[in-house]
């Protein structure tokens, strides 16, 4: 008799074990209508690595689709500039809006986008930029995330700058910090 209770315990246990694993969700990442936060350090430096900046970067998105985000996203940085007659640090900003996909739906999730806004502050040229961007997000967790991301930001001050902006005048932007979708 023992026998046949522990026998009926243990399949009751082992027939409620998959209603337990199905319970606890392994989906990763956003779907359509969630948003995203993420802070991350951020750098950047010209095209010849002579000058550069590091700074903090908050990104704020909305998920369209569960595989494309838009968003803003605002940087401040510390900028040591060389050139001559330079003599002192900086402060500047960027804000930009952007939009990007990312492929696969798994814990990694590699992306593409591009971005469009404006660089300011204290010892750069106050200019607008359009730029391609990549990267990877891996959760960590079913809504958190780490991000690595690099944008090449082609900057111009008006129209007619900006055909030449690709070849000229661009700088790197690299990116790495957490996120978590909400």
């Known amino acids: 008799m023992i026998r046949i209770k522990t026998a009926a315990i243990t399949f009751c246990l082992l027939g409620a074990l998959p209603l337990a694993v199905s319970a606890q969700s392994a989906e990763f990442g956003p779907r359509e209508g969630d ?3 993420s802070l991350s350090g951020t750098g950047s430096n010209d ?3 002579n000058s550069g900046s ?6 704020l998105g909305w998920y369209l689709r569960n595989d494309v985000v838009a968003g803003i996203r605002q940087s401040v940085n510390f900028a040591d500039i060389e050139g001559e007659g330079v003599t002192d640090d900086f402060w500047n900003g960027s804000t930009r809006g952007y939009l990007d996909y ?3 739906n798994d814990r990694a999730r590699p992306f593409v986008g591009g971005s469009l806004g404006g660089i300011y502050g204290d010892g750069v040229k106050d200019s607008a930029f359009a730029g391609l961007e990549t ?5 960590v967790q079913t809504k958190t995330y780490f991000l690595a991301r690099a944008e090449y930001q082609f900057l111009f001050s008006d129209t007619d700058d900006a055909t030449d902006a690709f ?3 661009g700088i790197w932007a690299y990116t790495v910090g ?5």
């Open 178 to 182: 957490l996120g978590y979708n909400f």
């Open 135 to 139: 990267g990877l997000k891996y959760y």
């Open 54 to 59: 590091f700074g903090v970067t908050g990104d």
């Open 102 to 104: 990312q492929f696969l």
């Open 167 to 169: 070849q000229d005048d």
């Open 47 to 49: 095209r010849d690595f």
């Open 35 to 37: 948003r995203e936060f």
